[in-house]
């Protein structure tokens, strides 16, 4: 024995009889003293058990292969592992005495090899209700490339990059280090690495309770009487109609199913191929490290992303489908589950405010227009213009420069002007630009929001060149300056040693550096505020996208669903386990020789707000950490280019409930054809059914059980 | 004196399993009792009240519609029994010194302020945190949560994926502080037990003396030194 201190765990489920009849404990026996019961049969004998357990009599008419419980379990067999309610009855030293009844809410055990006992109680999850309990929270993203859309570096965000790397890599280090600490390796014991197997047993434990309870009367003796002559008419009656009805049935699905079913697969197929060369348009780069047009466009990784769940549900679809093959107790698909319909009612919610979205566009559209193009020539032409006349004619008692800001004034308002020229001759076009985007948000309200941030990307693209031009305008005075005031001092930077270096001038060198130095120093203050307001506008429109990004991921990610299940039915979405000891002084038996029990509650944590929230949490993070750095603030303090937010960072939240991967045509045809062999089963099984329901005649029946 | 030092209790109904709970409660004697209800019986009509004002303010902005009239009480546990009763509030004293207060202040201050008094009255009095040590299973830590609306947070760490609980010291303000952690196997961060309270070093201590023995079989020599 492994067990040195005699420490005897049980778990026992919260729905185990409170009668104080004699009874059976059946249960797995994951080591010596480590036992975990799953039912109590009552009214029938210990070694009958014991025997059916063996031959697996009490497992008969289980609607899928047992072994796989076995497996799942990790035990190669079901034991009796005790009696309850029998004091006086002999048992093995590793076998419990149980005592249960009305009276007591806490089974009391004795064991003869036990010094201490743990039991732990626990309320059996519902499989058919999808509930289950684990140690580690439920994933809702499908986490396996999650973390590779992370970590793809793009060329922009390098440097943010390494700098976590670095982070990351010092923390490791410190982790490396604290394992120095632990002097003494304890070695695992069996029942410190039964946990696992454990969870999976109370998983399957109320199937395979239902099972046994079932079969409970194959043990006992009783004897069947035949059949009366009145039954028997009945029974055969009934098994005419069965037949009549078996043989439409078998009509419908040999005929008409197959025909409907491969029709339907045709259609999907042609549907896959057409989304298939849509995404390749749209995935299209002209050399690799290109952008492609859904790295552009918020519209075209709006259809990107669409096309991609359609192409992704029917593999899910599937996938999930198989679960109808296995026992419900096999818990590894329901993550899948949550995620399918989660994407479903999702676009579903989309499509539904969609409708009402763009109807009511369409309704409008010639107000909605009118309005969007007063706001358009309101704020990003005539405010533009009525600034920069202002930052010509000395902002707030500011005494620039006059010819500079006049110069860079008119530059930029001829800009203005010929642009809003441009725009002006777009104007008749824009109802029917509303009336499409309306059109389009029947494909869901994601739509139009997407086609909105486009449009507004491309209508303030005068914006977007103007701070690029005073970007570069400023930050080359910048490096001027910076250079000239090296000179100043008489320095110099050294490219090489990359540090500053004395250095002798000449005196006309000295006399015209210093010369333009001050000039340009002079001109600074103009240039700077031509800038910031231009800076001051980008950051306002970079602000909008966000907003209507956020927006964006708020209708193609929520987790709508996990959060309906989370307040309809917490168990569906386990977090964990948590064990919460009970006070045992109340239920301590007057019977002296007890052995030091302590009683524990195992219940099943769920899955915490946070957590269902958490890619939020990571997206949010990713935002600040990007916009909110100190490099970014001297990004704009410098000049320099202020690299807006990768694409793909912003939509990790998205594609985390898409696989890295998609699925080929091949494949998809491959998952949809193979199916058939399992739908083609059911005549078989109906045939079953009916040689079943032929058998009961006979006595002792054999049925076939269906869902 | 609702509450005192942080101290220890431990429950150990078997050798194989025991908690700690270290908490700022007192033990419950009569008077303290008293205080606790008298306590609750004043957050209760701060709370009300608080409502009552709200509800002025709602009840003198244009949104509001009149509350029907019910000629006898509904039966109790009804939306129409909430409307009664505010029927019956609205023109009683208290009722009308809170339309008075809600039509002087601006609803810019009203706001913020009752969701502030309102958090202040859901707050806990105590704070308790337990370990929790069961052989041959893992620890579980819990930290009872900062207002009545939500439950003790825990956490279990199964015995495999514990690499070692150790005493550590850290600088906390002006002061040096013991405390307790876990080191879980694969995980970057270290768990504290007792984050919010960290009790003094004679507890942590012997929580650490009572988790080590109780959690490994007795077999496995003696305890290293801690870190």
Redesign the interface.
């Known amino acids: 024995m492994p067990e040195h201190d005699g420490l005897m765990r049980v778990f026992w489920p919260l729905d185990a009889p409170r009668t104080d009849s004699p009874g059976i404990i059946v249960g797995w026996r994951n080591s010596g003293l480590d036992v975990f019961v799953v039912a109590i049969l009552e009214d029938v004998d210990a070694r009958n058990v014991e025997n059916a357990l063996k031959i697996g009599t009490l497992f008969r008419n289980a609607s899928h292969p047992i072994e796989r419980i076995y497996q799942l379990c990790g035990q190669s067999s079901m034991h009796v592992l005790g009696l309850a309610n029998t004091p006086e009855a002999d048992v093995e030293p590793l076998q419990m005495h149980a005592t249960t009844g009305p009276g007591l809410r806490e089974p009391q055990i004795s064991c003869a090899r036990a010094a201490t006992i743990q039991i732990i109680m626990f309320e059996r999850p519902l499989p058919n209700r999808m509930q289950y309990i684990s140690l580690d929270p439920i994933s809702l993203a499908l986490g396996d490339q999650a973390e590779k859309t992370v970590h793809a570096p793009g060329s922009v965000d390098a440097e943010e990059e390494k700098e976590e790397m670095r982070n990351k890599e010092r923390k490791r280090a410190l982790v490396e280090k604290l394992k120095l600490h632990t002097v003494i390796k304890h070695p695992r014991s069996q029942k410190e690495l039964a946990l696992s197997r454990i969870v999976n047993q109370i998983n399957c434990s109320w199937e395979l309770h239902k099972l046994l309870q079932q079969n409970i009367s194959l043990v006992g003796t009783r004897s069947r009487r035949s059949l009366s002559v009145s039954e028997r008419v009945v029974e055969s009656a009934t098994s005419m109609r069965d037949f009549v009805v078996m043989a439409i049935l078998q009509l419908i699905t040999v005929y008409i199913y197959p025909t409907v079913r491969r029709a339907f697969i045709i259609g999907l197929l042609g549907h896959r191929v057409a989304a298939e060369a849509l995404l390749l348009v749209l995935e299209w780069r002209a050399r690799p490290d290109y952008a492609a047009l859904k790295d552009i466009s918020a519209t075209a990784q709006q259809v990107e992303i669409r096309l991609q769940q359609f192409c992704y549900w029917p593999m899910q679809y599937v996938t999930l489908r198989k679960r109808k093959d296995d026992w419900e107790s096999v818990t590894t698909s329901h993550a899948d589950y949550i995620r399918f319909y989660n994407s479903l009612w999702l676009v579903a919610n989309d499509v539904i405010i969609g409708i009402a979205l763009g109807s009511y566009i369409i309704d409008n559209s010639a107000w909605v227009a009118e309005s969007i193009s007063g706001v358009l020539s309101t704020y990003s032409i005539a405010a533009l213009q009525r600034t920069i006349s202002w930052l010509m004619d000395w902002p707030a008692g500011l005494k620039l420069n006059n010819e500079l800001a006049a110069f860079l004034g008119d530059l930029f308002l001829w800009v203005i002007d010929h642009w809003s020229s441009c725009i002006e001759t777009l104007r008749p076009a824009l109802p029917h630009l509303i009336w499409f985007i309306g059109f389009s948000s029947f494909a869901g309200a994601s739509m139009p929001i997407a086609v909105f941030s486009d449009l507004v990307s491309i209508l303030t693209i005068h914006i977007y060149s103007f701070y690029m031009a005073s970007a570069r305008i400023f930050n080359w005075q910048y490096t001027i300056l910076i250079s000239l005031f090296q000179l100043f001092r008489g320095k110099k930077h050294n490219v090489l040693r990359k540090r500053i270096d004395s250095c002798d001038y000449d005196l006309d060198q000295l006399l015209l550096g210093t010369i333009l130095f001050t000039l340009l120093f002079f001109l600074l203050p103009t240039v700077v505020v031509f800038y910031l307001t231009f800076a001051c506008s980008r950051m306002a429109i970079i602000c909008l996208k966000a907003i209507l990004d956020t927006l964006l991921a708020c209708l193609n990610h929520f987790p709508l669903f996990a959060l309906m299940l989370r307040i309809k039915d917490s168990q569906r979405l386990p977090g964990g386990i948590r064990f919460e000891l009970r006070d045992t002084q109340q239920f301590a038996s007057p019977s002296d020789n007890a052995l030091p029990t302590s009683y524990i509650y195992l219940k099943s944590v769920p899955l915490t707000f946070r957590a269902m929230f958490q890619q939020y949490f990571q997206l949010g993070h990713r935002i600040r950490n990007h916009y909110l750095s100190p490099r970014v603030l001297w990004c704009l303090a410098t000049g320099q280019f202020v690299p807006p937010i990768h694409r793909k960072n912003l939509y990790s939240l998205q594609y985390s409930m898409l696989p890295a991967r998609r699925a080929g045509i091949w494949d998809m045809w491959n998952a949809l054809v193979k199916t058939p062999p399992k739908q083609k089963q059911k005549p078989s099984g109906w045939e079953g059914r009916a040689n079943g329901n032929g058998r009961r005649l006979n006595g002792n029946g054999r049925r076939y059980m269906h869902h | 004196m609702l509450t005192t030092q942080p101290h220890l209790r431990t429950?150990r109904?078997?050798?194989?399993?025991v908690?700690y709970t270290v908490s700022t409660s007192p033990d419950l004697t009569l008077p303290l009792r008293l205080l606790l209800l008298t306590n609750f019986v004043l957050r209760t009509i701060i709370g009300l009240s608080v409502l009552l004002l709200l509800y002025s303010k709602f009840a003198l902005s244009s949104f509001s519609s009149p509350i029907p009239t019910y000629p006898q009480p509904p039966a109790f546990f009804t939306t129409d029994y909430v409307w009664f009763l505010i029927h019956k509030i609205t023109p009683s004293k208290p009722g009308l010194l809170a339309a008075r207060l809600a039509s002087h202040i601006p609803l810019v201050v009203l706001l913020p302020s009752s969701l502030l008094i309102l958090y202040t009255i859901l707050l806990r009095i105590h704070t308790t945190e337990s370990l929790?040590v069961?052989?041959?299973?893992?620890i579980?830590t819990?930290t009872s949560s900062e207002t009545y609306l939500s439950t003790a947070t825990?956490?279990?760490i199964?015995?495999?994926k514990i690499?070692?609980i150790?005493v550590n010291e850290a600088f906390r303000g002006f002061e040096v502080r013991y405390y307790l952690v876990v080191?879980v196997e694969g995980e970057?961060d270290?768990v504290v037990v007792f984050p919010r309270l960290l009790p003094r070093r004679q507890i942590v201590e012997s929580v650490w003396r009572g988790a080590r023995a109780c959690l490994?079989?007795?077999?496995?020599?003696k305890?290293?030194?801690k870190?």
């Open positions: 429950r109904p078997s050798p194989t399993t908690e929790l069961l052989r041959g299973l893992g579980q819990s825990t956490r279990f199964p015995t495999d690499q070692d150790l080191v970057e270290v490994y079989e007795p077999h496995g020599g305890d290293g030194g870190g």
